[in-house]
């Protein structure tokens, strides 16, 4: 079974803080996103990487940045976190699209409240 | 752009009864189509996807979608809810022809859905 983790399940960070939230993916895939869940908005990517040190802007880009030094692991990164950054952060690997097995899947997800 | 509608934010069904969560998409080409349920604080899991071939899709749980190109929809149906059924179901559309584009699914808002013992 594929298995995607997240460094955190909860997690408090102060405004201005940096934090880090790390995705890991033990099958393999060459793709890794990050999503944020908010009641009433649905998912929303944020930046996804399609190989190692590559990334793409998402819908919501603005305030995150994304590392992937290695393929099994995709970082986001809030440089300064803001009030409005609090949110559900989910992760999630896939293999390359067009392959039989193109599905995206899901780590359990990382609750960020920022003070 | 790709798009993706879930008309009902909820859906309450009685336990034993059917049930329907809908869903309708834009996209460009074809579709790929999947359907994800999220328990309470929990990520998403995937049940099924329509990728090509017959329209009636099974999934976990005793879940099934029908594509329908015409409607440009694909519901997720069961004949029989379960209470354990209840849980939040979110709809994502990806468009088929390869490309940047492709990489990223496109998710709806969710329905949640209550099954009532």
């Known amino acids: 079974d594929v298995k995607v983790t997240q460094s955190s399940r909860y997690l408090v960070k102060r405004t201005g803080e940096k934090v880090f939230l790390e995705c890991v993916q033990d099958m393999d895939h060459e793709n890794m996103f990050w999503y944020r869940q908010d009641p009433g908005l649905g998912l929303r990517l944020i930046y996804f990487s399609y190989d190692v040190k590559m990334k793409e802007k998402g819908d919501i880009p603005e305030g995150y940045s994304v590392s992937r030094e290695k393929k099994e692991r995709f970082s986001l990164i809030l440089e300064s976190a803001s009030t409005n950054q609090t949110s559900m952060y989910l992760c999630?690997?896939?293999?390359?699209?067009?392959?039989?097995?193109?599905?995206?899947?899901f780590g359990p997800g990382t609750r960020l409240t920022v003070l | 752009a790709q798009s993706v509608a879930q008309p009902e934010d909820q859906v309450n069904v009685a336990e034993g009864n059917p049930l329907t969560v809908k869903c309708t998409y834009s996209?460009?080409?074809?579709?790929?189509l999947f359907w994800y349920v999220q328990y309470p604080n929990r990520g998403l899991q995937f049940l099924l996807k329509y990728i090509t071939g017959d329209n009636l899709v099974k999934g976990s749980y005793g879940f099934e979608a029908e594509f329908n190109k015409s409607q440009t929809s694909f519901h997720l149906k069961k004949p029989s809810a379960l209470v354990s059924d209840s849980a939040l179901y979110f709809c994502a559309v990806r468009e088929r022809t390869p490309g940047a584009g492709s990489y990223q699914l496109t998710f709806g808002k969710g329905t949640k859905l209550s099954v009532i013992p």
């Open positions: 996209v460009s080409g074809n579709p790929y």
């Open positions: 999630a690997s896939s293999t390359h699209p067009g392959s039989s097995t193109d599905t995206q899947y």
